[in-house]
Each structure stands twice: as structure tokens, then as C-alpha cells.
């Protein structure tokens, strides 16, 4: 205990001065009981912004008669924490978004670079679609896959009066793929079917 008791002491010391009077004003102003101060320091480990955000919240909803009965502390520590992961939820989106993007950008461009590179050397439709289902299966990438199947239906909807033979000869070489695995081919199988002969 005399060791929690001087851990305790020691970050209410650390803290500093500003945000020292930002608790002792806003927990007075609330009609907040923190004698011990455990509150003041679980929230000090937040952002400041979400702190900030928190107390607002907390007095908007105390204005509007809102808060649930008897809260203490442990409500505006609530508030401040679901605020401080909703923003580190939207930082973490972003990135990824971010992240997602470049990667599709680099990973797209060497594959459109051999797409053109194929559309030059084969003239006929059925080799090509030859060459972009074994190049869909043939892959580990999902993005790969997606960009070969994609090349495959851009194919298959341009070939006047061919749409049913090629579809047909994609499937084919779809199922003929047994290095791939079955669920895998016929989700390649579906992925063709609903993007050339879509339902609406």
C-alpha cells in the first residue's frame, strides 16, 4: 500500500501544473468528489483534446439533465476514454485508407504495365483470356487476382457477339486450374458471371 501510495504521489507530481488546474476547476465545477484524485490520473493519460472534449461533454450533458443518476469521476473517465478510441479509431482508419491506397497505386501500376504489354502481344480475345485467368490464379495477392479477373470481364464485355464463348472459356480455364483451390475457383467462377451478366 505505501508503495501504491507513493506511485500515486509521484504522477499526481509529474502532472503538470496546467492540467493540475484544468482537473481541480472542472471537477468542481461538476460537483465531481475525487478526494484521492485515482480519476484526475486515469484521465491524464488521455490526449488533451479528448479531456477536453470529455469535460464538455459531460457539462452539456450535466446542463441538459441528461447524466444518469449519482455518476461521479469514474462517468467523465468513461466519456473521455470512448472519445479518445473514437479518434484513435478514425487516426487508425485514415492511415489504413491511406496505406491501402499507395499500395493499390504501386502494386496497379507494374500490373497495368503488363496488361498493356499482353493487349500488344496477343490480337485474339480468347488468348488473352487465356492469359488473364491463369495470371488471376496464378497469384497469392488478392489485388492481383482482382486486376487479372477485372482484365478478364473488360475482355469478355468489349468482344461483340463472343460474350457467351469466352465467358464459357474462362470457365473452363477457371475449373481446369487445379493448383488452385475449388472454393477459391469458384469464387473466381462468380466474381465473372456477376460482373458480365449482371442481374440489375
Known sequence: MHKQERARQSKLARLPPEIRRLFADAFARLGLDDPE???????????????????????????????????????????????AQQREGQLIAEALLRLRLEAQDHCLAGLQRTREFLLRL????????????????????????????????????DA???????????????NATFSAKYQRRQAAVRFLADRVVPLN
Open 160 to 174: 461483340n457477339g463472343q460474350r457467351d464463348t469466352l465467358l464459357q472459356r474462362a470457365f473452363r480455364r477457371i
Open 37 to 83: 484524485q485515482h480519476q484526475r490520473l486515469a484521465i491524464a493519460r488521455y490526449p488533451l483534446d479528448d479531456i477536453l472534449a470529455g469535460i464538455a461533454v459531460f457539462e452539456g450533458k450535466l446542463h441538459a439533465g441528461s447524466l444518469p443518476d449519482d455518476v461521479d469521476g469514474r462517468y467523465l473517465l468513461g466519456i473521455v476514454r470512448n472519445l
Open 122 to 157: 496477343h490480337s485474339e480475345p480468347a488468348s488473352l483470356i487465356t492469359e488473364f485467368v491463369d495470371r488471376a490464379l496464378g497469384t497469392e495477392r488478392c489485388i492481383d487476382e482482382l486486376f487479372w479477373l477485372g482484365a478478364a470481364v473488360d475482355i469478355i464485355r
